[in-house]
């Protein structure tokens, strides 16, 4: 009852912003002489019908029907109060001559009916015609959905039969992967590791699989720490701190841990809270070897143009 207060008076102040410096006079000056313009509002409903047009010389039957359609209360159920503002003007219970025409209450443009649910079994009491909570939500077993097919399980099933190493998150990583290949070479610029452009100018993923060792020991032995280093692409320069590998990573293999001149890194020297190094925030960065090279690379020039960088690097 006090939502349902709270809502009318919301609603109120929300009619009166709009219709601020009119009168009804002037509202509705062009309906004719015999209509009427009424606002509804329920007992058990929060929801409110405004401005609803009567003919005076329509019937309460007429007006309990209106009722009926926008709540579901019948007849017989229906206790109506008519209001001017917040005054209680008339009582018209359900025993009364459904006859009435309307114009002998002396109905005013503005004024509200409200209806009293007298059912206390009615559909619309305890919220139940407007609280989604009360709905019965439907769910699938796990049997049923099993046996239904096109599903996404059923494709991510046939996938595993395939290479029982598929998962959903690896997929959608290299459906990612894919997009940025593409876009990047929309934008003519280097594809990253792993991508190639077929005989059709499309961007695939590349045929040629890596060999054991781009990734492995042997892909890091030419890195020492302390290291002056170059980071491809971009040419991006800094000095090795981490050489080793990173099980916190989703990829295996060996990686170099880069503390960088500048804030073009992805980390600050952890990942997943393990500190591999010390660096502020985006200037660290974990590459794979055959990314790195090593030798007299001095700082660079903050202004220097940078490339995006690679999917070899985390």
């Known amino acids: 009852m006090l939502e349902n207060q709270q809502w009318l008076q919301a609603a109120a102040s929300l009619k009166a912003y709009v219709t601020v410096g009119t009168d009804h006079a002037t509202a509705y000056q062009n309906l004719p002489a015999t209509t009427v313009v009424l606002d509804l509002t329920h007992s058990n409903l929060i929801q409110r019908h405004i401005e609803i047009r009567f003919d005076k010389h329509q019937t309460l039957d007429d007006l309990r029907h209106k009722i009926y359609q926008t709540t579901g209360t019948p007849h017989d159920a229906q206790q109506l109060q008519i209001y001017a503002g917040s005054d209680l003007l008339v009582e018209i219970p359900p025993i009364d001559d459904p006859s009435t025409k309307l114009g002998f209450y002396s109905l005013q443009h503005g004024m509200r009916v409200h209806c009293v649910d007298l059912n206390p079994n009615s559909i619309s009491a305890r919220g139940q015609l407007e609280d989604t909570r009360l709905v019965q939500k439907y769910q699938m077993s796990e049997e049923e959905y099993n046996k239904r097919k096109n599903t996404l399980r059923e494709w991510s099933n046939q996938q595993k039969a395939q ?7 690896k997929h959608g990583q290299e459906h ?114 055959k990314n790195v090279t090593t030798g007299d690379f001095p700082e660079r020039d903050i202004f220097d143009e940078l490339d995006d960088s690679s999917e070899d690097e985390l």
Not at 163 to 169: E, G, T
Not at 184 to 202: C, M, R, V
Not at 235 to 251: D, F, H, N, S
């Open 176 to 289: 990612n992967a894919l997009v940025e290949a593409k876009r990047l070479h929309k934008l003519g610029q280097p594809l990253p590791t792993g991508f190639e452009i077929n005989d059709k100018g499309a961007v695939i993923k590349s045929q040629t699989l890596e060999e054991d060792e781009d990734v492995g020991p042997d892909s890091v032995l030419h890195l020492k720490l302390q290291e002056r280093c170059e980071v491809q692409p971009g040419g991006r320069r800094g000095r090795v701190m981490y050489v080793g590998e990173v099980p916190e990573l989703k990829q295996d293999g060996h990686w170099v841990g880069i503390l960088f001149d500048e804030p073009v890194g992805k980390s600050n020297g952890s990942v997943n809270s393990k500190i591999y190094f010390e660096a502020p925030d985006k200037f660290g960065g974990f590459c794979r070897g």
């Open 163 to 169: 290479d029982p190493s598929f998962s959903l998150a």
